[in-house]
């Protein structure tokens, strides 16, 4: 069975500082990696995803991810974080046989503060 | 484009009552999703479709049933709702099976 962990409820960084939320994730084949962002009372938007390829993935809004097989990770970074990227981040996996679909983390909530 | 749009927005029923939860989609994407997300419990998908007239059962089908008659349209629905069921709903669509989803604005439904 499939599986993602995001293991911090809550990050909290200053406005121009890096920033990087954590996802692990347990398949049995190879993985399908995703992330996604949600503004309250929002429904959830794209940012990135890993199918196959470059282990650093580029996505919207300046946000990367790394995909490291070995550690079975796929952690969402960014270089300078701003305000308006607070918001809950959910990583979601999926495996590459036919008949599986995305499982989604619990979400973390990213404060960024002035 | 529209993209995503669901039918009611809001909605509060009693223990036993039912009602259908409508998502519409017109990028004509062949799959569709129904998710629920609860506090502390990310996204659960509940059923979903590969195509026009297909249904699959996700993580959390019980209490819930889905129709898929037209490619647009994903209807959910709850036969006799109960307390465990007040939630937020998302519908979600996607051109591939690998590709992104594209996610609806949210039903939230109160069950007293």
């Known amino acids: 069975a499939q599986s993602v962990a995001q293991p911090e409820d809550q990050v909290n960084v200053a406005e121009g500082n890096p920033l990087t939320v954590k996802c692990t994730y347990s398949v049995s084949g190879n993985p399908y990696l995703f992330w996604y962002v949600q503004y309250p009372n929002r429904g959830l938007q794209f940012l990135l995803k890993?199918?196959?390829?470059?282990?650093l993935v580029k996505g919207s809004y300046g946000f990367e991810a790394e995909f490291n097989k070995s550690q079975t990770s796929f952690h969402l970074k960014k270089p300078s974080a701003l305000v308006s990227d607070s918001a809950l981040y959910f990583c979601?996996?999926?495996?590459?046989?036919?008949?599986?679909?995305?499982?989604f983390g619990k979400g973390t909530m990213l404060l960024v503060s002035p | 484009n529209a993209g995503v749009t669901q039918t009611p927005k809001f909605r509060v029923l009693k223990t036993g009552q039912s009602m259908t939860l409508l998502c519409a989609q017109d990028m004509n994407h062949e799959y569709m999703y129904w998710y629920r997300q609860d506090p502390g419990m990310g996204l659960r998908l509940i059923h979903y479709s590969v195509g026009e007239g297909t249904t699959a059962k996700g993580e959390v089908p019980d209490g819930y049933n889905v129709s898929r008659l037209k490619k647009q349209n994903f209807l959910l629905g709850l036969e006799s709702a109960a307390p465990s069921q007040t939630s937020v709903y998302f519908c979600?669509?996607?051109?591939?099976?690998?590709?992104?989803?594209?996610f609806g604005p949210g039903t939230r439904l109160t069950v007293l």
């Open positions: 979600a669509s996607s051109y591939a099976r690998m590709g992104e989803q594209f």
């Open positions: 979601a996996v999926r495996e590459d046989s036919g008949y599986s679909t995305l499982t």
């Open positions: 890993y199918i196959t390829g470059d282990n």
